[in-house]
């Protein structure tokens, strides 16, 4: 069992993923004190209830990473590693006393299709294993889970507004993860030394095809849509057209990439920290009930 955390540094701490990271934090190490880097213009109130001390600034700020680091031994990074801000928090975390880190990738980067940002992630990946602190490597499927997910709930909103559903890539498997499933595979993997200097992939209960997950989704508004089979090419061609006249809710890799088979197995994840992850239908329906209940799932919300 690892040692308890005294001062966790969390970066990424007000997005989609990092509030559901730094609650699941503060639960399960009462005893530490968690220090999250903020932009000046981030919005901190979903951590307002949170004993939380704020540093602000960014990643590319030294000044900034050194504040979020001093006297802090264990780092959380949720920020993305698809950017370039890898090498100065590296930097950071080579003058601080950080021992201990969990750093959120994604299994978007062993996609086969020539995306510009995996190289960014693989070389990210790099560093961190070569950083000198026990490190842990989280890749995590797809997430959701509420309104700020930018793949189910655009997918909820365009069923919901539109008659018919064109389904590229129909068997292509889909394995989507609930964004509290990952927060809890973070606490669960900081707290034991199993998980040092080991990568895992995250992911939901169990792999569907594209087109079952279609169809849980409109069964899970209770609405009745006419689910179409459509080439990829055929959708692809469509993004790019509505791109060029006004925008699409989808971009053209995130087309090419349903076309992928996306079934990952965490079995060394349940081994080493027990992950146990919820099922697709199961996740849906608590993001349907959420959403529904905070705001009408209309087509500009």
Known sequence: MASSPRLIAVTGATGFTGQFAAHALAVRFPQA??????????????LSALDCEFIVGDLH?????????????????????????????????????VV????????????????????????AEQLVMQSGVAWTILRPTMIYGTDRDRNISRLLRFIRRSPIIPVPAAVARQQPVHVEDVATAIVQALATDLTCQC????????????EQLVREATNALGIRRLIVR???????????????VGGSFLTVEQVQRLAED????????????????????????????LLTRERPLTADT
Not at 233 to 239: D, F, I, R, T
């Open 33 to 46: 004190r968690l220090r999250c880097l903020v932009r000046p213009t981030s919005n901190t109130k979903p």
């Open 61 to 97: 700020d030294p000044e900034a990473l050194n504040r979020l680091l001093s006297g802090a031994d264990t780092v959380v990074n949720v920020a993305s590693l698809g950017f370039d801000w890898t090498d100065p928090l590296l930097d950071a975390i080579h003058r601080s006393p």
């Open 100 to 123: 201990r880190g969990v750093f959120l990738s994604t299994t978007a980067m062993l996609t086969r299709l020539p995306v510009k940002s995996k190289p960014i992630r693989e070389r």
């Open 199 to 210: 990568a895992y992939n995250i992911a939901g209960a169990t792999a569907i095809t594209f």
């Open 230 to 244: 459509v080439p990829t090419s055929v959708l692809v061609a469509l993004v790019r057209a509505q791109s060029a």
């Open 262 to 289: 996306k079934a990952f197995d965490y079995a060394d994840a349940a081994r080493d920290f027990g992950y146990a992850p919820r099922s697709f239908s199961e996740g849906l329906r608590q993001e349907v009930a």
